[in-house]
């Protein structure tokens, strides 16, 4: 029997598992870390130089929209995985406000068949929490879960009943997935379309205010306490709602968080001008509120970045700012925007590596997030120096609306492998 | 020096404001004459490209237009034509084969002209965008107090009512000040946008303390029917607190004038009255309304020379 091996030579290898911050080769044999260590043996190996290389596991999206099925003419889990592992992402979770919802094992079912054919990253369903994302009824948990369903949503259909939301969290006990709340309290949201404060003031904007966000977090910190369930808060973008999170773990709440790269390096003067793609929920904030994200990233109240990947078509983007859809790509540019906290000395590079691959790991309960002897051979590899201009254009997603278009980023994704084949690389692109 | 379109007031500079008003004196004259009509813009094709309806704004538009010998072409999507999933910008490029030489835009949504701006070889006049800037009321209201009161350097203005939802409000908050004049606002706490202190004006909750030693009052148009209970209780309520009449308006000083950028809703922001007689001046914002547009369509629409760019649709990309 042949055994298929990569050297991955001289980068520098960033394990948060183990702490691991070292130069070293990574031997890789049939798709699993095989040997960690100086001057491995090359006999039979491809070989990949990694010199001036971040080696690290691959990075685990918690957070995306691939639109199939339902509006594939914006993504499906073809294109949005090869946009996936361009970024650097080996798996990426994908929220169930597809067209059917995925609210039923049949359709966790379909998406994870539509992934193994098409998808060159790792696909994890996120289920609806209750039945077409109406906040009503349940889904079948346990039947979802057994399908291969990681996690609950209704994202960005909020559960605005906080009876339902209590029972939500009590049964998801059962299955022991967490559940992962879009906090935003319609009713304080309005028809609020940019950051309430003084540019959508000036802009002539609808607000959708901070406190729409912090009573939603707060009545469903609340509730987990009381529940003892796993709430996941996703894209957290206020001062107050990364505070509300901190003092619950404090507690002891089962209360885990993401933040977006773009709440973590925009602020709603992104929207001047009017720029749709500046147009996401929740809403770009103040600068107050970008800096409480970042800090609660390092001191890791905020556990996982995630990107919130929502590609929407120019036709849709170019309607006007209250009708646009909200929300923008992500895959291609976590990694280089998110490099800036880095380099501004508020994470280790193993931190940040921790935060982009072992903790949304963890909270999802798959493998990845290490390179332990034996791990899935999930890796990527990140010049962090390399000086590149993002043209969503030449990217992989089928939509373009992101607010980077053209804009000059620092750090790259240069190689992504995924159960040890090289299935990207910036000189040839995504090889499947 | 002013730039290709007008957007907002924001982006002006003072001396283009003065420049526009002293414009528009030209233009009074012109009103005032038998035959009401000079060939400036002859030749010349302007568009009123109104997605909200208003028959005033338009009306003093086309007047405007029609007054300088312009070929005035009004534009109107209705809602039911414009499906909300037509692209604003669709719209905008079509219309820029036509090759008109100024486009004058209403919406209801903040930012369009400025997206349509963008996009259009021709210069766009923002004639009103959702809460945002409606440029020329302002100018009018500035120009307007300027007859009147001889100066706008030093003036106290207090605009009262729906600031949260108000055009005007912005628009009037940046002429004003930027020509000199301390402005203040008024409403129930509900209208007050957030952050609006950063626009440089104070923001007051007391009629009384708004109007005190005010020499212009600018009520503005309540939307009832979308805002009762939702922003305060009832009309009597807002009448009773916020409505100016002639009892409240002693709070002002002695010789101030009330402005109102219409339709007035008698009885609510505005005691009968006062819509109809002294000290208010609405009549004269409208009149001035149409020498001010003039003035402006001169300076946007009609600038000699202009190089047009071209547009046609580029070859698809290969593969394609």
């Keep these: ?432 | 020096m002013i730039g290709r379109d007008l957007l907002g007031i924001e982006d002006l500079e003072r001396d283009d404001i003065v420049r526009i008003l002293d414009t528009a004196e030209h233009m009074v004259e012109i009103g005032e004459r038998a035959v009401k009509k000079v060939p400036t813009l002859r030749g010349r094709t302007i568009v009123n490209l109104f997605f909200e309806s208003s028959t005033r704004t338009r009306a003093s538009f086309e007047i405007a237009g029609k007054r300088l010998s312009a070929d005035v072409v009004n534009f109107s999507p209705s809602s039911s034509s414009l499906k909300k999933a037509e692209s604003i910008l669709d719209t905008a490029r079509t219309l820029d084969a036509m090759d008109p030489d100024a486009v004058v835009v209403r919406h209801a949504v903040a930012g369009v002209p400025k997206r349509i701006a963008d996009v259009l070889a021709a210069p766009v006049i923002n004639a009103g965008d959702g809460a945002h800037e409606h440029p020329t009321q302002a100018l009018l209201d500035c120009f307007t107090v300027r007859r009147e009161k001889g100066r706008l350097d030093g003036l106290t203005v207090a605009i009262v009512g729906d600031i949260l939802h108000s055009r005007v409000a912005r628009s009037d908050i940046y002429a004003f000040s930027k020509l000199g004049a301390e402005v203040r606002v008024a409403a129930p706490p509900t209208m007050i946008p957030h952050g609006i202190e950063t626009l440089g004006v104070k923001a007051y909750t007391s009629l009384r303390e708004a109007l005190d030693g005010a020499d212009v009052v600018m009520a503005l148009r309540i939307q009832t029917e979308r805002l009762t209970g939702a922003y305060f209780p009832s009309v009597r309520e807002y009448s009773a607190t916020f409505g100016i009449d002639r009892a409240k308006l002693r709070f002002a000083k002695d010789d101030a004038i009330v402005m109102h950028p219409g339709p007035v809703n008698r009885g609510v922001e505005l005691s009968h009255d006062l819509a109809d007689h002294r000290p208010s001046v609405i009549l004269d914002q409208v009149r001035n309304g149409v020498a001010l547009r003039m003035a402006v369509l001169y300076l946007f629409a009609g600038r000699p020379g202009a190089v047009r760019r071209v547009r046609t649709l580029p070859d698809a990309p290969l593969g394609m």
């Excluded at chain 1, 946009?83 to 994870?112: E, K, Q, R, S």
């Excluded at chain 1, 609808?206 to 987990?224: S, T």
């Excluded at chain 1, 002891?252 to 773009?262: D, I, K, L, S, Y």
Aim: aromatic share 4%; proline share 6%.
């Design chain 1, 1 to 432: 029997m042949t055994v298929s091996r990569i050297l991955i030579r001289g980068g520098r290898i960033l394990d948060p598992q183990s702490g691991r911050d070292e130069r070293a080769d990574l031997l890789i044999e049939d798709g699993r870390v095989a040997a960690l260590g100086q001057g491995l043996p090359v006999e039979g190996a491809q070989l990949l130089d990694a010199a001036g290389r971040w080696v690290v596991p691959g990075f685990v999206d918690m957070h995306s929209h691939l639109r199939e099925p339902g509006q594939e003419y914006k993504e499906d889990i073809g294109s949005g995985g090869r946009a996936a592992v361009a970024g650097g992402f080996t798996a990426v979770a994908c929220m169930a406000n597809t067209h059917p919802v995925n609210d039923d094992p049949a359709m966790t079912d379909y998406i994870l068949d539509r992934a193994r054919h098409d998808s060159p990253a790792r696909v994890y369903p996120v289920a609806a929490a209750t039945k077409g994302l109406k906040g009503e009824v349940m889904t079948e948990m346990a039947a979802l879960v057994q399908a291969g369903a990681v996690a609950f949503s209704d994202d960005g259909k909020t559960i605005m009943d906080s009876g339902v939301m209590r029972r939500v969290l009590e049964y998801s006990t059962l299955v022991g997935v967490p559940v992962i709340t879009h906090a935003e309290d319609r009713t304080l949201v309005g028809d609020g379309v940019l950051n309430e404060g003084p540019v959508a003031t000036r802009l002539g904007l609808p607000g959708n205010p901070a406190i729409a966000e912090v009573v939603h977090v707060a009545r469903d910190l609340a509730l987990a306490e009381f529940t003892s369930a796993h709430l996941h808060v996703a894209h957290v973008s206020t001062a107050q709602a990364v505070e509300l999170i901190r003092r619950a773990r404090e507690r002891g709440v089962n209360a885990t968080a993401e933040v977006a790269p773009h709440h973590l390096v925009l602020t709603d003067e992104a929207a001047q001008g009017y720029d749709t793609n500046a147009k996401v929920a929740p809403p770009l904030r103040s600068v107050a509120d970008r800096d409480a994200c970042r800090a609660g990233l390092a001191d890791g109240t905020l556990d996982a970045i995630a990107t919130d990947h929502a590609p929407h078509a120019q036709h849709e983007k170019e309607l006007d700012f209250t009708e646009a859809p909200p929300g923008m790509i992500g895959f291609e540019t976590a990694a280089a925007v998110t490099l800036e906290l880095v380099r501004a000395g508020l994470l280790s590079p193993l931190e940040w590596v921790r935060r982009l691959s072992t903790n949304p790991a963890r909270i999802l309960a798959r493998p990845g997030g290490s390179l332990a002897q034996g791990a899935l051979a999930d890796v990527t590899l990140v010049d962090p120096e390399r000086v590149w201009r993002y043209d969503p254009a030449k990217g992989f997603s089928k939509s373009r609306n992101s607010p980077w278009a053209g804009a000059e980023l620092t750090g790259r994704v240069v190689a992504t492998l995924v159960g040890g084949r090289l299935v990207f690389d910036v000189e040839r692109g995504v090889l499947v």
